[in-house]
């Protein structure tokens, strides 16, 4: 039995970007600055895309990729496996979210169904790479092109992520948006914070003057020892910048993405090898071919019939191991709220449903020891057995 507690997730600060961090707060220059363009430089050459666009969260990213695409009243196709911001960013933005269920496989937004919704005010679909595995873009791609759709991926969980070859996030394609978040739980973290990649010229320069108040320049434009005080404001903005404090981390953190991923990798190996046997736990399917899964979460499923206990008492089960777990995601029309607004009901959306009564996320960060692996499996197993 464990002494300390393991939680679901940590992220891991090198000493440098510590440094860095300071480096910014004895400089004065603490909100979106050198840092800042230097992480957005160094992001867009990783993705490949043209425009790397850094906000104070993916939530906000959302919300700026949907307003640059859309207009009051569209219909915006999404998953309702997935956290509320993606589908907050419809409703802020003006648009209408309409979920369409999802693969009961890949857990991913289902490409059939998001057929099945399109109307005459369909504007966009959002498909959302689950857990850090890559959507079905090919046949999305297909749908968008017949219908004039935009695509905004939601690729909070797919940094790392690549799909045919290309990474998520190279904003191929006209109307092509992706949004990524570094939340800590990710797998690179500022903290806070979030970056869209586009290759669309017109929206990146719309989203990068709405992140700070619709102005034509930013702080570090008019503050710095070049600038110019005066400015202009084009459209009405949000206050969505990201900040250099937090750039500082991230530009540190796109370092060791690749060794991060990798030891992701490893583990789930680890638990896939160790959990295969055991009657009543679903493991994620494995990876399709020509893709790079990004692992963000590890998310088995548990059938509480096999197994004799409900996903809920057995998170509570893992506690008294002292390991923590999480839970990504109920059907978002479940929730009261998103209920009034889309007008679903249980029944609806049969596979999100089903897959959220069972699905739990185990622990799952780079910084986890052998020893740590080896708990949580010994504690999974026990329990299940």
Partial sequence: MRTDFLPFSKPTISEDAIADVCDSIRSGWLAMGPKTVDFEKKFAEYTGAKFAISVNSATAGLHLAVMAVTQPGDE???TPMTFASTVNAIIYAGAVPILADIDPVTLNIDPKKIAEKITSKTKAVIPVHFAGRPCNMDAIEKIAQEHNLAIIEDSAHALGASYHGKKIGSGKGPRRIAVFSFHP?????TGEGGMITTDDEKAADQMSVQ????????AWNRFGAKGKSHYDIFIPGLKYQMMDIQAAIGRDQLK??????????EIIEKYNTAFAGIDGLTLPAPIEKGCVHSWHIYTPLLDS????????EFMEKM?????GTAYHYQALHLFSGYAKITGLKKGDMPVAEEIGEKI?????????????I????????????
């Fill in 76 to 78: 915006v196709i999404t």
């Fill in 185 to 189: 739980t990710k797998n690179i973290t």
């Fill in 211 to 218: 992140r700070q108040n619709g102005m034509d320049k930013g």
């Fill in 256 to 265: 060791y993405l690749e060794k991060f991923n990798k030891r992701r990798t």
């Fill in 305 to 312: 019939k096999k197994l004799g206990f409900t996903r809920d």
């Fill in 319 to 323: 506690k008294e191991y002292n390991i």
């Fill in 360 to 372: 739990v996320s185990l622990p799952l960060f780079p910084a986890m020891t052998n020893e740590d």
């Fill in 374 to 385: 080896t708990d949580v499996i010994e504690a999974v197993t026990n329990i299940c057995k």
